[in-house]
């Protein structure tokens, strides 16, 4: 029998990725150069550094590690500062969907950058993170005070009328996603990224006897294989609360195509790939597409939407 021809396209509303897979915020999308190679890159759009009205240099280093399990950051926002970001695309041409990440430090500075993204036509969506977990100093992470997020929603939406993402930290009770599901539904979101790296975590090297980065004694946002499970569960769980026009994008422990499928199953209309990304360099885009498109024919699927949130209870 002849085999489908496959396609890994989506759709996020009226913005069309040529594949599902494309870089997470923060991995290897900060300079000029990082951003030429994702643009001449196969990946399906392109997500920027989160960024701040003024450019930062973010915290001490070492900030990064990465292991088997996984990796551990305290970056600390460092970015070149939205003008920068918004002149790169003025200069660049392309066709693919240009994800602005953003994160002031303050409702007020997110507000302001909403403002300065509008502006440009070629910012195709604005992914607001809410879910930074490295700011040394700073007030809780939005996503996590229910109060700050339906209020800070509220105000945005006054103004702001392009698409608009929501990079959202991990939850850890269903509960936790059921109310953060149904003050999102009230607003016009396009999609969830869902998750960040999970908060406070710490590495051990058991012969030096201590951590491994230096900003906040060690502690740091953990990403990687390790966090897989937990990735999975919060995209099967806002798949099942959240209004079906609002997509979801998986991001946590993607390695392979197999984890791209898996995220798939549980709800996801595309993916990001953040640790993995970092160790592996650019061409990461060519092989994990093959391979996603590999098991898509062994499994006789033609598309994404064929097996999307198809994930089974066992009986
Ligand atoms: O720059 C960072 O420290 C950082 C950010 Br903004 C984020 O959203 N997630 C992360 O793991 N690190």
Known sequence: ???????????????????CIMNA????????????????????????????????????????????????????????????????????????????????????????????????????????????PNILGEEEIIGYDFYKLSYFLKEIFKFYKKPLGLKLPPYFKEIHIKNVAIILNQFPIYFVTCINSIPNGIFVNSTTESVVIYPKKGFGGIGGLSIKPFALANIRLFHLYLRKEISIIGCGGITNGVDIFEHILCGASAVQVGTQFIEEGISIFDRLKKELISILEKKNYSSIDNFKGNLKDLV
Request: with cysteine.
């Open 1 to 19: 029998m002849d085999k489908k021809k496959v396609n890994i396209s989506i759709s996020i509303k009226d913005i069309k990725l040529s594949s």
């Open 25 to 132: 915020s923060g991995a290897i999308c900060t300079t000029e150069k990082e951003l030429n190679d994702l643009l001449k890159s196969s990946s399906g759009a392109i997500v920027t550094k989160s960024c701040t009205f003024f450019p930062r240099k973010g915290n001490v280093k070492p900030r990064y590690f990465y292991c088997e399990y996984g990796s551990i950051n305290s970056m600390g926002l460092p970015n070149l500062g939205i003008d920068f970001y918004l002149d790169f695309l003025e200069k660049n041409k392309t066709e693919k969907p240009i994800f602005l990440s953003i994160s002031g430090l303050s409702i007020e500075e997110n507000c302001f950058l909403l403002k300065k993204a509008s502006l440009s036509s070629k910012v195709t969506a604005v992914e607001l993170n809410l879910s930074c």
